[in-house]
């Protein structure tokens, strides 16, 4: 399985991007899938996440400004956030747990991040 994460830019204050987290490869099940960040010289840290049975959980930071979900058609899992703040701005990364169908191996992997620069 491959994560492909784009919709990052640069915005202002108060201004929104929408981030994708597409998975591709062998048939397999996604136990759940998180956002991560990591602004420059910090750790990486926990954004938001989505269960397969849609529970969802964020960050106290992102909270009531971002909203995680996902198109299960599509394997795909959305990040939109909404009134971007400076302190927002990192590389974003998305994870996956999951189980390959036919083999019953479980998995984690990360996918590349994408850029997010929230301007003052």
């Known amino acids: 399985v491959q994560l492909q994460a784009s919709g990052g830019g640069l915005v202002q204050t108060g201004g929104y991007l929408r981030l994708s987290c597409a998975a591709s490869?062998?048939?397999?099940?996604?136990?759940?899938v998180g956002w991560f960040r990591q602004a420059p010289g910090k750790e990486r840290e926990f954004v938001a996440s989505i269960s397969s049975a849609g529970s969802t959980n964020y960050a106290d930071s992102v909270k009531g400004r971002f909203t995680i979900s996902e198109d299960n058609r599509k394997n795909t899992v959305y990040l939109q956030m909404n009134s971007l703040k400076p302190e927002d701005t990192a590389v974003y990364y998305c994870?996956?747990?999951?189980?390959?169908?036919?083999?019953?191996?479980?998995?984690?992997?990360w996918g590349h991040g994408t850029q997010v620069t929230v301007s003052s």
């Open positions: 994870n996956a747990d999951g189980r390959y169908q036919l083999s019953g191996r479980t998995f984690n992997i």
């Open positions: 490869g062998r048939t397999f099940n996604m136990h759940a």
